[in-house]
């Protein structure tokens, strides 16, 4: 069932919002059936050649376990809120085995910090989204938020759908798109399904890949990355096609990409960018199964809070970590007044 | 005390062997003692100006774990017996909280790969090396092989005794230095003690460098490298000073390095090279306690087996892993017969 809950905050009190309800039932006669009683694939709202117009939009990518203590300093989660103008966040738990426990969390994360409209958004089948595309979901919206989970479920239930060509639209348009962990992993063109932590990449061995939603192109990301020991991984998937630049975020760490250009990272980790452009030999494409990764002369770049990265020339600049802190500061104090980006 | 144990192999038989023990206390009258009953320091046999003359031996140096087991392949076990021209393998236990299990599982390994002659060295006190240096040892040795444990009881009871300059001097003279994971570690000229795995190291954080046995110049050394998500606090170390080549060695996988000059890499996972020289920009020398590394341009190469390296030119050359195995498979019908380097 596709399920959006908005919550409304009533007089500022977080904990008594009005919620709406919306799931397939109510909308079904929206929808033409074919006479076996099979869906009929929606139309498309934004094709191929709309999508490669310039971007206006923010992605928030998140290496997971963002900081969501109410007495610590929630940087990153500042940033997400930062974006909004006053406007609805949309948070969506379709990557959750977990939605019921998820929602609430984000909910009274983001109210605390000053967000007065916060919607919930679940997925339990593509075919509710296909009958009842909750299109109306992104009308005032500043923000949508990817929780974590698992990739798959994020692209097979959402991608193709009208609401997600709604939601590419919303992020071409200026709209800010913020995913954790799985909700990290989808924004990248081919996505990093599922492959060995802790070791070194096999040639023969499962690395999974899926087609992402398609956000940021020319990347491939992984998440929970040091945490996870997954540099091994990483380079196997870049080393497939060097054209990729790998992006390995830490927990409670992430990067704020601005309109497809260029990313400031946030957060108490690092960032690794792992470019193979420059890569002189790779045995990848053998056939030996159970050899083991050799990768000569990548470029590796450990990137921390302040430090940005520009897409297209593949460079890495140091920043001014402290100042984007003064910046937060400011923004708790004086929330949504202040998108520090 | 320091305690030799020797043993050799009758008929062939392993688990008859003879049994030599030698301590302190039979040669005691071999040390000068001070009036206050304190240890005078024993005359060097190797000084600064002699660890300058060009090296003969050859270092393999065990990322932990390597495959001991009979039915396994044992590769590097292999390269390492491969180095006895029928001669002594010295295993050295000093490392080890365990000594009494290791030996004997070294002693039955290494045996049963055709050693003939395989001592055992373990160093409970440093005095004890003191009064009795065990220099005969190295007589007609070929290897000398330090077990996994901790790096400072390598370096606390070891370096700087005569037994040491004489160990040096067997490898100057080309004899087989061989160690794993802390007995990996200690080769290097600084070597990693200690330090957070599986996080992205942080300026202000105890990361433990020591001075090693400097048998490899110009690296840092690190083991149980992807398994353990190390990445992180080797590109810490080699951003202080970039001078030093970062080796990130896996388990089952070894380097084999020859004359100094340039190693080979053997087993099953593989060996990160991180070479920051052309490192542009990195924040590890500020003074912000607890802020993240940054570290941009670092060269990571990922060499697998039959890969090798040159440590003057710091390039990465592919090898012809086919070809070393079937060497070791030749080996293994006609131990000893063939050294596969």
Redesign the interface.
């Known amino acids: 069932m596709a399920r959006a809950t908005r919550t409304r905050r009533a007089g500022g009190n977080g904990h008594n919002g009005k919620t709406r309800r919306i799931d397939a039932a109510q909308s079904r006669t929206q929808t033409e059936r074919s006479s076996d009683g099979d869906l009929l694939p929606p139309a498309r709202t934004a094709g191929p050649a709309e999508s490669r117009r310039p971007v206006a939009g923010r992605l928030i990518i998140i290496g997971g376990h963002e900081d969501r203590e109410k007495d610590s300093e929630r940087l990153i989660l500042r940033e997400v809120t930062g974006c909004t103008k006053g406007g609805r966040v949309i948070v969506c738990t379709v990557a959750s085995d977990v939605p019921g426990e998820l929602w609430p969390e984000y909910q009274r994360t983001f109210q605390e910090l000053g967000c007065e409209d916060v919607v919930h958004l679940d997925i339990e089948r593509r075919a509710d989204l296909l009958l009842n595309p909750s299109l109306d979901l992104f009308e005032g919206a500043d923000v949508f938020f990817f929780t974590g989970g698992a990739q798959l479920k994020i692209t097979t239930r959402l991608a193709g759908t009208r609401l997600c060509a709604a939601l590419e639209e919303f992020y071409r348009r200026g709209g800010t798109v913020a995913g954790t962990s799985a909700g990290a992993s989808v924004m990248a063109e081919t996505m990093l399904v599922s492959g060995v932590s802790?070791?070194?990449h096999r040639i023969g061995e499962t690395l999974q890949m899926a087609p992402g939603l398609g956000f940021l192109r020319d990347t491939i990301i992984d998440q929970h990355f040091?945490?996870?020991?997954?540099?091994?991984r990483l380079?196997g998937a870049v080393a497939q096609n060097p054209r990729f630049i790998g992006l390995g975020i830490?927990e409670n760490t992430a990067i704020i990409v601005e309109r497809e250009e260029s990313f400031t990272v946030v957060g108490?980790?690092?960032v690794?960018v792992?470019d193979a452009e420059d890569v002189t030999?790779t045995?990848v494409a053998e056939e030996e199964s159970e050899?083991?990764?050799?990768?000569?002369?990548?470029?590796?770049?450990?990137?921390?809070?302040g430090?940005s990265f520009d897409l297209r020339t593949r460079r890495?600049a140091?920043g001014f970590?402290k100042t984007l802190e003064r910046k937060l500061d400011r923004s708790e104090h004086f929330p949504g007044a202040e998108a520090t980006h």
Chains 1, 2 share one sequence.
Do not use: M
């Open positions: 802790g070791e070194t040091a945490e996870r020991g997954r540099i091994g380079l830490d108490s980790g690092a690794y792992a030999y045995n050899r083991t990764l050799s990768l000569f002369n990548v470029r590796l770049h450990v990137l921390s809070q430090d890495p140091h970590a």
